[in-house]
């Protein structure tokens, strides 16, 4: 602990130029947190006031990391979440095509309640060192034998890097870092100021924008959610059968860093933070399409085409297929790669 505060006073203050380096100021932001929340037993004089004067500090150099004004915001944006844009914008895809194949071979009825595809991605972060790495997690829906009754989803073994790429699935989790989601969010919130969108409506409502905009900091456990419904009372090629609803967490609750109550005195001592509840980012009773989305967000993702192969050579199995798939990722370790 003293040798992290240490560097951190090093870092911050260049005594040779007589200049501050408000970039460490998140760190110093960080490591208050992190000291208020497991180390309270120390009893660290200031530790209390310098939290303080270090989050107003932090909520002002955060958020304007990612871009001072919202065309900034949206720019750069694009640019970090480019490829985790375009891996959600596939997967919806692919959901669609499978469900409008199943719809194919399956009798219309009208009588047909709208159904949740559930595909939902789920993007817990905070820190860069920890969440460099980008996992897809799948659920198999081949368990038991009431699964087969409900709409199944494959995998694409051209972007999905896993052993059974063929098993059906309906939930997806993206685990990813706090800068991809600050610029998921940006292009989430601006992508209708691009030039090709002008007149557009944001896919967030306004009164979630008030709210994003006040929210400066994601936290850990920072999460949003997309979930796809398939509505079966429409035809096929209606815009409005797919539709998408999105909604967002800030992740870990600081009010009790900031209160002195029994409440927060307790939580600190379990060492432990509350994840606060998702909000909704569009209207009750609004209906964002699928198409709609894909419209707007298409100019920001990496298309599918740039992405690249899969890892695991096709024609490999059993003990080549492993020694393969080892022997490249080690390769793409290696710093000249």
């Given at each position: 602990m003293y040798a992290r505060w240490r560097k951190l006073?090093?870092?911050?203050y260049n005594e040779r130029?007589?200049?501050?380096?408000?970039?460490?100021?998140?760190?110093?932001?960080?490591?208050?947190?992190?000291?208020?929340?497991?180390?309270s037993h120390l009893n660290l004089e200031g530790l209390d006031e310098l939290f303080k004067v270090?989050?107003?500090?932090?909520?002002?150099?955060?958020?304007?990391?990612?871009?001072?004004?919202?065309?900034?915001?949206?720019?750069?944006?694009?640019k970090i979440a480019r490829r985790l844009l375009g891996k959600v914008l596939i997967d919806l895809r692919n959901t669609r095509e499978e469900a409008e194949l199943k719809s194919n071979h399956t009798p219309y009825t009208k009588s047909s309640p709208e159904k949740d595809t559930n595909r939902w991605s789920k993007m817990p972060a905070k820190n860069e060192e920890m969440s460099n790495s980008f996992a897809t997690s799948d659920l198999s829906m081949d368990q038991d034998d009431d699964d087969e009754k409900e709409t199944e989803y494959r995998l694409d073994p051209k972007y999905a890097n896993v052993k059974t790429p063929e098993r059906h699935v309906k939930t997806r989790l993206y685990f990813t870092s706090e800068s991809h989601i600050?610029?998921?969010?940006?292009?989430?919130?601006y992508c209708n100021l691009d030039e090709s969108l002008q007149g557009?409506?944001?896919?967030?409502?306004?009164?979630?924008?008030?709210?994003?905009?006040k929210a400066k900091e994601?936290?850990?456990?920072?999460?949003?959610?997309l979930r796809m419904f398939e509505n079966t009372e429409?035809?096929?090629?209606?815009?409005?059968r797919f539709r998408i609803e999105l909604t967002f967490s800030r992740g870990a609750d600081l009010s009790p860093l900031e209160r002195?109550?029994?409440?927060?005195?307790w939580l600190r001592q379990e060492h432990t933070l509350p994840i606060m509840d998702p909000e909704r980012l569009q209207e009750n009773g609004s209906c964002l399409t699928l198409k709609k989305m894909e419209q707007m967000v298409h100019p920001f993702a990496m298309p599918a085409e740039d992405f690249p192969p899969p890892i695991t050579p096709i024609g490999f199995s059993g003990y080549f297929s492993k020694s393969a798939a080892v022997l490249e990722r080690l390769v793409n370790l290696w710093p000249f790669h």
């Amino acid at each position: 602990m003293y040798a992290r505060w240490r560097k951190l006073v090093r870092d911050l203050y260049n005594e040779r130029k007589e200049r501050y380096d408000i970039t460490h100021i998140p760190d110093v932001y960080d490591s208050c947190k992190f000291d208020l929340l497991h180390n309270s037993h120390l009893n660290l004089e200031g530790l209390d006031e310098l939290f303080k004067v270090a989050q107003l500090l932090a909520d002002g150099v955060i958020p304007n990391e990612y871009g001072i004004n919202p065309k900034q915001k949206l720019k750069i944006g694009s640019k970090i979440a480019r490829r985790l844009l375009g891996k959600v914008l596939i997967d919806l895809r692919n959901t669609r095509e499978e469900a409008e194949l199943k719809s194919n071979h399956t009798p219309y009825t009208k009588s047909s309640p709208e159904k949740d595809t559930n595909r939902w991605s789920k993007m817990p972060a905070k820190n860069e060192e920890m969440s460099n790495s980008f996992a897809t997690s799948d659920l198999s829906m081949d368990q038991d034998d009431d699964d087969e009754k409900e709409t199944e989803y494959r995998l694409d073994p051209k972007y999905a890097n896993v052993k059974t790429p063929e098993r059906h699935v309906k939930t997806r989790l993206y685990f990813t870092s706090e800068s991809h989601i600050h610029s998921l969010m940006n292009v989430l919130r601006y992508c209708n100021l691009d030039e090709s969108l002008q007149g557009e409506e944001s896919l967030v409502c306004r009164s979630a924008l008030e709210r994003l905009f006040k929210a400066k900091e994601l936290d850990y456990m920072s999460y949003i959610v997309l979930r796809m419904f398939e509505n079966t009372e429409v035809a096929l090629d209606d815009k409005e059968r797919f539709r998408i609803e999105l909604t967002f967490s800030r992740g870990a609750d600081l009010s009790p860093l900031e209160r002195n109550d029994s409440e927060a005195n307790w939580l600190r001592q379990e060492h432990t933070l509350p994840i606060m509840d998702p909000e909704r980012l569009q209207e009750n009773g609004s209906c964002l399409t699928l198409k709609k989305m894909e419209q707007m967000v298409h100019p920001f993702a990496m298309p599918a085409e740039d992405f690249p192969p899969p890892i695991t050579p096709i024609g490999f199995s059993g003990y080549f297929s492993k020694s393969a798939a080892v022997l490249e990722r080690l390769v793409n370790l290696w710093p000249f790669h």
